[in-house]
């Protein structure tokens, strides 16, 4: 299976040490950096599958950071959690206003970060602070339940609008097409696997005039999977 890879930004070099090691050895791939200005760097060239942030940094703050990187069209999307030696009620709320997913606490025991960052790649939500979700000049309003290229509006029927929510809030992740519809449909609903095809074939017809409709790849043999990186317009 692919390895998680995970940006840590954090200066307290025990803490990043801590982390580093206890982290690779539960499996994830690490990539860390000891203040925002390396992790933008970072960020130029890999795009982590989530971020953990300390909330305290030298320069740039950790929330800061977290309300730039929900500003970047192409690192919105990244799960953060960041870390806090606040207890207080009111960091976590600024926390997460900030846009982060999560938060934890200092000290903390490793168990406890890896059970929330496995609660936090599941949950997969990828929502910016305004509600939006963006793939170059295509936005998902989630309050509105709309979808937008550039100034066209995409009518979308119910379930054609929960599969394309599903697959832009899970990008980059393959899914079989039994997990699918574990996702989209009611349960108890007796649903086969061609369903699914041919709800992704009308998806993809909404969205061919504008090419988003190769976003979304058939990966042989496996499912499904909304891939960011190739075919991005809008930027
Ligand atoms: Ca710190």
């Not at 703050?61 to 192409?74: A, D, L």
């Not at 998806?203 to 790849?217: N, V």
């Amino acid at each position: 299976m692919k390895k998680i890879n995970l940006l840590i930004v954090e200066d307290e070099e025990a803490i990043r040490d801590m982390l580093r090691f206890s982290l690779t050895n539960a499996n994830f791939n690490i990539i860390d950096s000891e203040n925002t200005e390396q992790a933008v760097t970072i960020l130029n060239h890999r795009i982590p599958d989530l971020i953990i942030i300390d909330w305290m940094l030298p320069g740039k703050s950790g929330i800061e950071f977290v309300k730039w990187i929900r500003n970047e069209k192409t690192l919105n999307h990244i799960p953060i959690i960041m870390l806090t030696a606040k207890a207080e009620e009111n960091s976590k709320i600024k926390g997460l206003m900030s846009g982060a997913d999560d938060y934890i606490t200092k000290p903390f025991s490793i168990d406890e970060l890896i059970a929330r960052i496995k609660t936090v790649l599941r949950r997969g939500i990828i929502v910016s602070p305004s509600n939006r979700i963006e793939i170059g000049e295509m936005v998902l309003d989630i309050e509105r339940h709309q979808v937008n290229i550039g100034n066209q509006r995409i009518k979308l029927l119910p379930l054609e609008y929960k599969l394309l929510y599903f697959f832009m809030t899970h990008q980059n992740k393959t899914y079989t097409r039994h997990q699918l519809i574990d996702h989209i449909y009611a349960r108890n609903s007796y649903i086969d696997d061609r369903t699914i095809d041919v709800q992704i074939k009308r998806l993809r017809e909404k969205l061919r005039p504008y090419g988003y409709d190769k976003i979304i790849k058939t990966i042989r043999g496996v499912g499904y999977c909304l891939m960011r990186d190739e075919n991005e317009k809008g930027h």
